[in-house]
């Protein structure tokens, strides 16, 4: 069984700090890495891909991948309030048509 | 267009009903996915096609019966559901075994009753 972990939360950070999204998953076979967003009540919504060891980063967004260590994390600088949702880790193997989500981490910036 | 459109967006049915999901997409993907998501869990695959046939199939009860007419549509068609089968039901395409991440349409509440 291909495990995707994350802290389940909920994580509560302040407004305008950082926050800090973790994400461990167990298949070697893994090359391309996606974290997703999801409000309550709507759909997945992709905001960060990632495919080699380093740091990627996209506006508030940074995406962190060790494949040594099978570590791949997020992190959004100066948090909004409108980044109060979960969010799903998702590594993917290239040969592999299945896309696996990790458990969720629910994050709540607080005013 | 950068979108996958499904419908309904809210579906009640009954045990003895058949009813369908829809799903299109003109993203040219040749990959077209079904999940499911309870409250608080994250989507769950329960197919996959790739162009135009089923690749995958994750042991889904025969009553959850897909179809992908071509290469823009996908249904899923409902027969015979449990109460537990209420869920989020998503639809999403890709390239096939493409490095991009996968669309995802905006999902069909399905409540059985």
């Known amino acids: 069984q291909k495990e995707v972990e994350q802290n389940s939360g909920p994580l509560s950070v302040p407004e305008g700090a950082i926050a800090s999204l973790n994400c461990t998953y ?86 | 267009d950068t979108e996958v459109t499904q419908t309904p967006k809210h579906l009640v049915m009954g045990m003895t009903n058949k009813k369908s999901l829809k799903c299109e997409q003109h993203m040219g993907h040749r990959a077209m996915y079904w999940y499911k998501q309870k409250a608080k869990k994250p989507p769950e695959l329960m197919f996959v096609y790739s162009y135009e046939k089923l690749s995958i199939n994750e042991s889904v009860p025969s009553r959850f019966s897909p179809e992908c007419p071509n290469s823009s ?24 075994r493409g490095w991009d991440g996968y669309t995802f349409g905006s999902g069909t509440r399905l409540t059985v009753v």
């Open chain 1, 26 to 111: 167990s298949d070697r076979g893994s090359q391309s890495f996606f974290w997703y967003r999801q409000y309550s009540g709507k759909s997945p919504e992709l905001i960060m891909s990632i495919y080699s060891n380093g740091d990627k980063e996209d506006g508030r967004f940074t995406a962190q991948l060790n494949k040594a260590s099978q570590y791949v994390s997020l992190l959004i600088r100066d948090s909004q309030p409108s980044d109060s949702a979960t969010y799903l880790c998702a590594p993917k193997d290239f040969g592999n048509e299945k896309l696996t989500f990790g458990t969720g981490t629910r994050l709540t910036i607080i005013p």
């Open chain 2, 73 to 96: 549509l996908l249904n899923l068609h409902l027969h015979a559901l449990q109460p537990e089968d209420s869920a989020l039901y998503l639809c999403a395409s890709s390239q096939v």
